[in-house]
């Protein structure tokens, strides 16, 4: 897909942020080493927890 062909703005492009999975980042092993309690689920309700890494530099 060309620049030209793409949904997304070349604005918006460079705001994006790739997610932990693209970085190598093993998301379920990181929130059990910190003590979460996090599993996958095949229901489509119920109480979900979101996670989500905070970077500073």
Do not use: H
């Amino acid at each position: 897909m060309t620049q030209a062909e793409s949904p997304v703005s070349p604005k918006k492009d460079q705001e994006v942020r790739p997610l932990m999975e693209a970085c190598g980042i093993d998301v379920f092993k990181t929130a059990r080493n910190n003590g979460f309690n996090i599993d996958t689920k095949k229901e489509t309700y119920g109480k979900w927890n979101y996670f989500a890494l905070v970077l500073l530099e």
